[in-house]
């Protein structure tokens, strides 16, 4: 059976690739896609990808993803470390979800070690680049099959 999996940017990730190489890696979001989607060629994993900068429409992402969707890995950006909204989303939605961050946020500013998402999540994946992604969707698949 095909495990259909939507992985779902947050706010100012569709500029990745133009600042701070040193930080986020010199690929686009497009070229992080593009490779999460030919790592997965050939396995029964269907991914769909979707970015925003709005609160609100992560949010309904996040409750559409109930109709058609296993699980979710989600990078919320900087509303990682403040919304209670997309919190309470996941929350209300009986989805596994695993938080992923290309950065290793623990290292960073210390306001970027508050998360308020991550304790609804089944678990995350910091600091790996583009690899946080495929690792984090390694992670989902590995607890759907558990
Ligand atoms: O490390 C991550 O993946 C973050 O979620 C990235 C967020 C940041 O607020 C989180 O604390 C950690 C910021 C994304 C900003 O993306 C940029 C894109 C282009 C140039 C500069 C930043």
Redesign the pocket.
Known sequence: MTVRILVLN????N??????PEI?GADTLEEIQRRLEQHFAGRDVELRFHQSNHEGEIIEQIHQARTWANGIVL????Y??YSVAIRDAISSVNLPVVE????N?HA?EAF?HNLVITPVCVGSV?GFGWRSYLWGIEALLAHLSR
Do not use: D, E, F
Not at 15 to 20: M, W
């Open positions: 947050g706010p100012n990730l500029l990745l690739g133009t600042r701070q986020y990078n919320p950006g900087a990682s470390h992923v961050h290309l950065s946020i960073r970027r910091v």
